[in-house]
């Protein structure tokens, strides 16, 4: 055999999308490089073959958020940690903001990027779960061009997105939330900082002529093959009991849990229930709480807290003792 | 009697030195194994079985050798030929080989080892040998391994390291290698006696399964010829043990073989005895290559484990409350090779009744072979497991006798001078000061908000037990420098708990010197003395106490010296911080002049040395009773209070308490860092820490699936405690402490979350999964 053969992915460091995109066009097994968070474990366990890795870190304008007419406009080297932090993502987007904030760790947030996330389809991610309830579109540029593509399209199957060869994820265009009353679950089964066994983002949109109704909007994670979106209608007047009795009932259609070493599928259900209960009760309180403001404002630091015990760790001062 | 209890004048001894490497860890500075400079090395990759029990009818290397880069691959059959039945090692048995020798016996064994320059091409050539199997039955159950065939090894093959287990040579047709009796009074009769008279049998079923130590370090190891002698640099917590192994394995003098080790990134048992080095000096030596070996991080996972255990326990307690009678089968998982399990089988066997005063007590304890990586030490050597089956059973007990588990265990826990279950007396193991003391921590008899929304909270407790290493060997060689800094040299291994500074202040103590005086030298068997292990929790005491000896017999030097100065007699002379003074005659003189004096020279080096061994009673086969079973035994105590989540079944800790014995506290810094450190890897155990297999094979082998505990999962609060009932001839009457709250700590947690919920978890560890579905059948029960 050749020593060819038994080289490295080759890392090429374009300046420019144009070059990029040719890259991709004519390279054998590409492979976009953006943080490199999860490719670099892949490369290492094996698991990933490209014959070169494309990193777009220095192509200018991918590092860019924009406040557009209809909301937001994410380059796809922006870090999860930015839209965490981001004061204009904070104010448009709460809820991709409380999302982005609860993946993995500072360390990989500091590093991860929001196109690579996307790019990497799995089905265990965070920020889907809020990109698929606020309706963002993925923008996906190529040699021939750049097209959007609903994210709720996006996810087409187990580790697989509609990102066709050649193409890459530019940019991710969020639209301005229409609600506050949002919120998001995240539940682990082993350790509190592993991937998630189930998560849930809610959003509450009102709806109907006289604004009498509420879309109820919600993106599961972890729960199914790849992540999933559903909506259903919630009269204004009803009952919390109500709401979360159909917003399970609705989920439980959508829920169809891969076992692992996280749980059987059966645990899996329940706790994706409990994630959808959690989510959908916190931003129902947001929604019958006495709006003051508009329905643009961020969602308040109380509610950000409200989905589980996750997020109360953080708190937690664990040498207390000394 | 009490002849370490006197205080060196030194003020060393019980103060918060900072860690000797701090400032370089914090740094970035600290060269582990893998990070020194050595001379230019092949790269080592492995070709690794993808069956759990198979003949090897042919191994083919023709296409690896073909590939670029490629220098030489060696297989199994080719290192038997050249060295034997010595290629078969073992602390316990000698049944391993370190290259599979006709057949494999574990999904990830060895089979063929590629050298070349550079990892990409070893990488490259490991996957193109090509291996023809016959398969054969494999055996992946412990109870099944235990009950009859198939059989891992055709004959047991005991290791000449210890003597006792010569009568298990050439046995056949069997997967057990080692059984541990322990017979006491008569369980049955007393059992039944106290039931009759109103009091109550608990019986369980328990399992803890495999983990892995992942330390953050990963396995490495270099090795090379220099003309007849092999030198060896190597992640391991056992130098003089594997200067031992490989002088015997390529059958020359231990003077030819040179091991140094290196500061470790964390072990826990994961690398002692043979692990990568066997390899890696067979490969140098046969080769006459420099072959250096960097595990991945999934095969360290195959290096070794903690052992799978099952436990069938049972303790009845009289209508007063006392322990009268308990009982354990204990079955330990061993994998394809014994490794140092038969020893953990008894250490583990002689506790299985926990710490507490019973006259009948039978316990069997057997360790046995599967089809599964090899498992070896952990922290806490088995006894966790063990343990995990006594606190859970003490704890029912209690709650069936209607007494609260704190005050039940402190009613029968063992006091100074009781005779343990196993025949030997205790000293220095204050059990009722740690359960005082975490119960107190955590407001045991304090109001519990018991039901808190979907949470459920609750409070356990538990006590733990473990015998240290008895006998072993330490020595120490210590030189005062003429500017009166010093030089210690001993084969202990600093992997994180921080020998490097205790043995530092120990020698610091008796000669008065201060932080930073005293260097500690890198164990390397041509410098530095023999030293059985550094594992187990024994250095503080063992090699503390060789230090100390040394310590004193250099003092007592320094003495001299100046009495031979000041014409007075020794006896006269003191040594204080600011030198020697006579106080017939108030001259003084500083150790730099006194040296310079006496040597008329700077720069010169004074030397003494010292040794400590221990001795003892080999338990009786029949009985496992022995009155001098160990040198000194460890104590602690854990308590936790928690929430049970009934909708997720997540466990949040939120008070942990951890409490150990350590006779005295050397530093109380690092002792507070290892009751914390043993107490978080315990959370892990008791929460989803857990090895998974399927047919052998382990599902989830890489850090993507194997879960530590996170930053996240510690309690809100941890209480660390030293207790100190000082050892009678411990350095300064300390005893050491890197297990001691790893081995409650599960059964503490289970404890407070049947305190929550009211369910027994007999199983380990205590999923979301395993909670939420014993929820559910709770209530469809209801």
Redesign the interface.
């Known amino acids: 055999m050749s020593a060819l053969e038994l080289e490295t992915p080759v890392l090429h460091r374009p300046g420019t999308l144009a070059e990029v995109c040719a890259l991709l066009a004519e390279l054998d097994q590409p492979m976009v490089y953006g943080g490199g968070t999860a490719v670099q474990i892949l490369l290492k366990q094996g698991v990933l073959f490209a014959s070169d890795l494309v990193d777009i870190a220095r192509v200018p304008g991918l590092d860019r958020i924009e406040e557009t007419a209809e909301g937001l406009r994410v380059g796809a080297m922006v870090t999860l940690r930015r839209m965490e932090t981001d004061p204009v993502v904070r104010r448009l987007a709460p809820l991709a903001a409380q999302v982005y904030a609860r993946v993995a760790n500072p360390r990989v947030r500091n590093t991860a990027s929001v196109g690579g996330n996307l790019a990497h389809g799995d089905y265990r991610l965070d920020p889907p779960t809020a990109l698929l309830a606020l309706d963002a579109r993925v923008e996906l540029t190529s040699a021939g061009g750049t097209r959007l593509v609903p994210v709720r399209e996006f996810f087409t199957g187990f580790q697989q997105t509609a990102l066709a060869e050649g193409e890459l994820v530019t940019a991710v265009q969020i639209p301005t939330q229409p609600s506050r009353a949002a919120a998001f679950a995240k539940l682990s089964s082993l350790s509190v900082n592993d991937w998630p066994c189930a998560s849930a983002a809610a959003l509450l949109v009102p709806t109907g002529r006289r604004r009498e109704r509420w879309e109820l909007r919600m993106g599961l994670g972890a729960l199914a093959a790849k992540p999933e979106y559903l909506s259903l209608e919630v009269p204004g007047g009803a009952a919390l009991d109500e709401v979360l009795e159909a917003a399970q009932r609705a989920a439980d259609q959508v829920i169809d849990p891969i076992p692992d070493v996280r749980g059987g599928v059966e645990f899996k259900r329940r706790l994706g229930l409990v994630a959808v209960r959690d989510a959908v009760r916190a931003a129902w309180d947001l929604a019958v709480q006495p709006t003051a403001g508009s329905t643009r404002g961020s969602v308040p630091e109380s509610a950000r807290e409200e989905d589980s015990d996750v997020q109360r760790t953080s708190q937690r001062r664990w040498w207390r003792g000394r | 009697m009490f002849s370490g209890l006197h205080s060196g004048a030194g003020g060393a001894v019980g103060e918060r030195w900072a860690r000797t490497d701090a400032r370089a860890k914090v740094r970035g500075e600290l060269r582990y194994a893998a990070d020194q400079p050595l001379r230019p090395c092949l790269d080592v990759v492995l070709h690794r079985a993808t069956r759990p029990h198979a003949l090897l009818e042919s191994v083919d290397v023709e296409d690896a050798l073909?590939?670029?880069?490629v220098v030489a691959v060696v297989t199994g059959a080719q290192l038997y030929e050249r060295f034997g039945d010595a290629l078969m090692t073992g602390p316990a048995f000698s049944d391993q080989p370190c290259l599979a020798v006709g057949k494999v016996r574990y999904v990830g064994e060895p089979v063929a080892a590629v050298i070349a320059r550079g990892l990409?091409?070893a990488r490259?050539a490991a996957e193109?040998v090509l291996v023809d199997y016959a398969e054969l039955d494999a055996v992946h159950d412990v109870d099944a391994a235990a009950a009859g065939g198939p059989y891992v090894h055709e004959e047991l093959r005991p290791s000449t390291v210890f003597g006792d287990l010569k009568h298990l040579r050439g046995k056949r047709d069997t997967n057990v290698n080692y059984e541990y009796k322990l017979r006491r009074g008569d369980v049955a009769a007393a059992g039944h006696d106290a039931v009759e008279r109103g009091g109550v049998t608990v019986r369980e079923e328990f399992w803890c399964p495999p983990t892995h130590h992942v330390p953050i370090e990963l396995p490495f190891t270099a090795a090379w010829r220099d003309g007849d002698r092999l030198e060896i640099l190597s992640t391991t917590q056992t130098p003089s043990y594997v200067r031992l192994a490989v002088a015997d394995l390529l059958g020359i003098p231990l003077n030819a073989v040179r091991v140094r080790s290196a500061p470790l990134g964390g072990s826990f048992g994961a690398k002692m005895y043979d692990r990568l080095e066997p390899l890696a000096a067979a490969l140098a030596w046969s080769q006459k290559l420099p072959v250096r070996i960097l595990a991945s991080r999934?095969e360290a996972f195959l290096l070794t484990t903690r052992h799978g255990a099952a436990v069938t326990g049972s303790m009845t307690a009289d209508a007063e409350g006392r322990i009268v009678a308990a009982s354990a089968d204990v079955r330990y998982d061993t994998g394809a090779y014994a490794d140092v399990g038969p020893r953990i089988t008894a250490k583990s066997g002689m506790v299985a009744a926990g710490p507490y005063r019973v006259d009948n007590v039978e316990v069997r304890s057997r360790c046995i072979y599967t089809n599964k990586p090899s498992a070896g030490p952990f922290r806490g050597f088995g006894v966790p497991q063990v343990t995990w089956s006594h606190e859970s059973l003490v704890d029912e007990l209690a709650r069936e006798s209607g007494v609260d588990p704190a005050e039940f265990r402190r009613r029968n826990l063992l006091r100074e001078g009781d005779v343990s279950a196993v025949g030997t007396p205790m000293h220095s193991a204050d059990f009722v000061g740690c359960l005082d003391a975490v119960t107190e921590a955590v407001g045991w008899d304090t109001p519990l908000e018991r039901v808190d929304g979907r949470l459920r909270r609750g409070r356990g407790v538990a006590v733990g037990i473990k015998a240290v290493l008895t006998p072993t060997i330490s020595n120490a060689v210590l030189q005062l420098n003429q500017d009166s800094s010093a030089t210690l040299l001993i084969s202990t291994v600093d992997m994180g708990q921080g020998s490097d500074t205790i043995m530092a202040q120990i020698a610091a103590e008796a000669l008065c010197l201060g932080e930073g005086q005293v260097r500690v030298v890198t164990a390397d068997t041509d410098v530095t003395p023999y030293d059985t292990i550094t594992a187990g929790s024994r250095s503080t005491y063992h090699t503390g106490n060789a230090v100390r000896r040394a310590a004193e017999a250099m003092r007592d030097k320094l003495l001299e010296l100046a009495a031979e100065r000041f014409g007075v007699p020794a006896t006269d002379v003191k040594l204080t911080g600011d030198g020697l003074v006579s106080a017939q005659t108030q001259e003084r003189v500083s150790v730099p002049e006194l040296l310079h004096g006496h040597f008329g020279a700077r720069g010169t080096t004074l030397t003494t040395e010292a040794n400590f061994t221990t001795s003892w009673v080999p338990y009786d086969h029949e009985t496992g009773q022995s009155e001098r079973v160990t040198e000194h035994w460890f104590a602690g105590a854990v308590a936790a209070q928690l929430t049970v989540?009934t909708?997720?079944?997540?466990v949040?800790v939120e008070h942990l308490?951890v409490a150990g014995d350590v006779g005295r506290a050397i530093n109380p810094t690092l002792v507070?860092q290892q009751l914390?450190g043993a107490a978080i890897m315990g959370i892990?155990h008791a929460?989803?820490d857990q090895l998974?297999f399927d047919e052998g094979q382990i599902?989830?082998g890489?850090l993507?699936?194997y879960?530590?505990?996170?930053?996240?999962?510690?309690?809100?609060?941890?209480?660390?405690i030293i207790v100190e009932s000082p050892h009678r001839t411990g350095p300064y009457g300390a005893k050491g402490v890197g297990e001691t709250t790893i081995i409650p700590l599960a059964p503490a947690i289970a404890n407070a979350v049947r305190d929550a919920i009211g369910i027994r978890f007999p199983r380990l560890p205590l999923?979301?999964?395993r909670i939420?579905?014993a929820l559910a059948d709770q209530e469809a029960s209801k």
């Not at chain 2, 909708?647 to 997540?650: Q, Y």
């Open positions: 073909a590939v670029d880069g990409v091409p490259a193109r999934e989540d909708e997720t079944g997540r949040h308490a507070e914390t892990g929460l989803f998974v599902v989830n890489t993507l699936d879960q530590l505990p996170s930053v996240l999962d510690l309690p809100d609060k941890i209480t660390p999923t979301p999964e939420l579905t």
